[in-house]
């Protein structure tokens, strides 16, 4: 099994990043983004830039008819992803090898009762600091995307070929034989990150030092242990230490989609993170109150411009 074809979805912050490097690094019509001709033709009109650099894509239709690809990318937001499974039909064969590197743990499962299971990836996009303002996308650490098989201690043919893939276009990657805690891992981050620096309205800078918004964050990840604990995943005080340290190699500067999304004045992914978790608390009969709190100021701060 070869990956030669590649076709993303989504040109957030993550699917420019990926969809950029990889369009450097391998034959560029090999690299098919996936987009309505509306927002293709918006996109030749305005431009997409990546840490400065006019970006040059191959773009198709959801309609178009094509060969299969050998991977397909989702990088939509999750509100999103519906829609996306539904465009990237004209793509899929019988060997396509699907990833997802959205947030939250139930996006995976998602493509897996669409297109079935045998060729989904698990994945996590993890040290990256990525910011997308308009049609500007800058980053300073690409971080990497971390994968491997649903089912733990294996590795696949689907996830060599995906190494085989990235080594060849020099992503960096790391491939993990327990991905269901890793995905539980990166929800427990963003949890906190991404809720604490949206209420606060910063940046990583603000939860990288001391103070009430860093106590927040680590509260409300703590809260995940205590849902994912309940669901049969181990996570722990040293997970927490080990997605801290991921953390702090970000940039102060950067931050994370959703503060990104109420700077923008866009509904947020807030039901994918506390959202969750209130849902998970609700069915072990489990108090979150931190997760409550972060939930009910993400909700009404999106009330003041959704109307």
Excluded at 58 to 69: G, H, K
Aim: net charge negative.
């Amino acid at each position: 099994m070869e990956i030669k074809t590649v076709s993303i979805i989504g040109l957030g912050a993550l699917g420019i990043m990926y969809a950029h490097h990889f369009s450097k690094k391998f034959s560029k019509e090999n690299v098919r983004i996936i987009a309505d001709q509306d927002r293709i033709n918006r996109y030749l009109k305005t431009g997409i830039y990546c840490n400065g650099e006019l970006c040059d894509f191959n773009y198709v239709t959801p309609e178009e008819s094509i060969p299969p690809s050998d991977l397909i990318l989702f990088t939509v937001k999750f509100e999103g992803l519906q829609n996306a499974i539904r465009s990237v039909i004209n793509h899929v064969g019988p060997n396509t090898i699907f990833m997802s590197a959205l947030n939250g743990i139930i996006s995976e499962e998602m493509i897996g009762e669409a297109f079935g299971f045998d060729n989904v990836l698990y994945c996590v996009a993890q040290g990256m600091d990525a910011v997308k303002v308009d049609n500007q996308l800058t980053y300073h650490h690409k971080g990497k995307l971390v994968f491997g098989d649903r089912k733990s201690g294996i590795i696949s043919e689907q996830t060599r070929a995906v190494e085989k893939f990235f080594q060849l276009v020099e992503l960096p990657y790391e491939i993990d034989t327990n991905m269901k805690h890793r995905i539980w891992g990166k929800f427990m981050l963003n949890v906190g990150v991404n809720q604490t620096v949206a209420v606060y309205k910063s940046n990583y800078g603000e939860v990288l030092k001391e103070g009430e918004a860093r106590q927040t964050m680590i509260a409300a990840m703590r809260e995940v242990i205590k849902v994912a604990e309940k669901e049969g995943i181990g996570l722990s005080e040293d997970d927490l230490s080990y997605w801290l340290t991921v953390l702090g190699t970000l940039s102060p500067e950067g931050k994370p989609s959703m503060a990104q999304d109420v700077d923008a004045k866009r509904l947020s992914e807030v039901e994918l993170f506390s959202g969750t978790v209130l849902k998970y608390a609700q069915k072990h009969n489990i108090n979150v109150p931190v997760n409550k709190l972060l939930y009910e100021k993400i909700s009404s701060i999106e009330s003041e411009y959704v109307r």
